[in-house]
């Protein structure tokens, strides 16, 4: 199908992190876009978002062409997901129902609807890849090892998305963010957000052991620039691309941003690895990022300095 000037994007988890910050991205460069999210909230953490929001559930097939009826889609982008480990582990099948069953739904639909799906990903489909050398990965490494339930469920949401590629010539788009930081930030808690709030807080975060604990982080606004770029891109060669912030860094490097961010901050990190995060996400390499250079033209535009700067003045201004 192709766009013309009544047609809008959708973007389901519209409401959340990236769908909305999304959402504003492609707003701000003219595009018409619906959000589209079973539990709506406030989009008021991002100034000047202005689209219809509709109550949907990517659960239910349903739900997609329902909205399709009252805003005609030109294009998706499916941001719509349960985005967390614990979360997922807190309620396997529920999660399920969202990661795997709802997109396959948007597959369908955007396959019965001849429309083009962008569909985030993850990193977390590497496993522990490259766990000691941190070499970058690229996109068509296999991983060697999966353990945790939302790797699992993004990787069969791409496996899904892969197959109508392939089969039904689903015009399609995969693109695997690491772990996504920033203003909005309410249901997953990482290591950016855990350490920025206790000290937005004013309250003391000590960490015996968890300093040398590598992070690959990608702020929202860079990933959002990614969703733009690949919305205009329309020939690309390749289906996978990988969206960070382009290096590995360290707990105590955002520890150190953070206390750079908000002065007086009382922050104390040990050295070693951070035991909850190792039990429930593997350490493994940044992503390469070649392919989104050269096809999508990506390059990351926030420091973890700028991000975390951004992220701290949001929370302040709301405390």
């Given amino acids: 199908m192709t766009r ?24 701000e460069e003219g595009l ?29 097939l349903e739900d997609l062409f329902e909205v399709d009826r009252q805003y005609p889609i030109s294009e998706v982008v499916h941001a719509a997901a349960v985005p967390s480990e614990s979360a997922c582990r807190n309620d396997p099948a529920a999660s399920f129902e969202v990661n795997v069953k709802g997109t396959l739904n948007v597959s369908e639909f955007s396959r019965m609807r001849g429309l083009r799906m962008i569909y985030v990903s993850s990193q977390a489909v590497y ?29 069969m949401g791409e ?15 995969i693109l695997r963010p690491s772990w996504v930081y920033g203003p909005g930030q309410r249901t997953v808690q990482n290591p950016v957000s855990i350490i920025l709030e206790n000290a937005v807080k004013k309250k003391p975060f000590i960490l015996k052991e968890g300093g040398d604990h590598p992070l690959n982080l990608t702020y929202v606004k860079d990933l959002a620039e990614a969703i733009l770029l690949s919305t205009r ?9 990988n969206i960070d912030g382009g290096r590995l860094v360290t707990v105590r490097d955002v520890a150190e941003a953070v206390k750079e961010a908000v002065p007086g901050a009382e922050i104390e990190v040990g050295p070693g690895y951070w ?12 992503g390469d990022l070649t392919l989104a250079r050269v096809e999508l033209g990506f390059t990351p535009k926030f420091s973890l300095s700028q991000g975390v700067k951004e992220f701290a003045q949001y929370l302040v201004a709301r405390s």
């Avoid at 973007?11 to 959402?23: D, E, F, K, P, S």
């Fill in 159 to 173: 496996i899904i998305v892969r197959s109508y590629y392939r089969i039904y010539g689903l015009a399609a788009v």
């Fill in 127 to 155: 496993g522990d890849l490259h766990h000691e050398t941190f070499t970058p990965i690229m996109e068509e490494e296999s991983p060697q090892l999966i353990s945790g339930i939302y790797a699992s469920q993004k990787l």
């Fill in 4 to 27: 013309d000037s009544g047609s809008f994007i959708l973007v389901t988890g519209g409401t959340g992190l990236v769908g909305a910050h999304a959402a504003k991205r492609l707003i």
């Fill in 32 to 60: 018409k876009v619906v959000l589209f999210d079973l539990s709506p909230r406030p989009t008021d953490f991002i100034e000047g978002l202005d689209a219809p929001v509709v109550k949907g559930d990517v659960r239910q």
């Fill in 233 to 241: 891109n329309k020939n690309l060669r390749h289906l996978v691309f």
């Fill in 275 to 286: 035991p909850v995060l190792c039990e429930q996400s593997p350490v493994r390499g940044a």
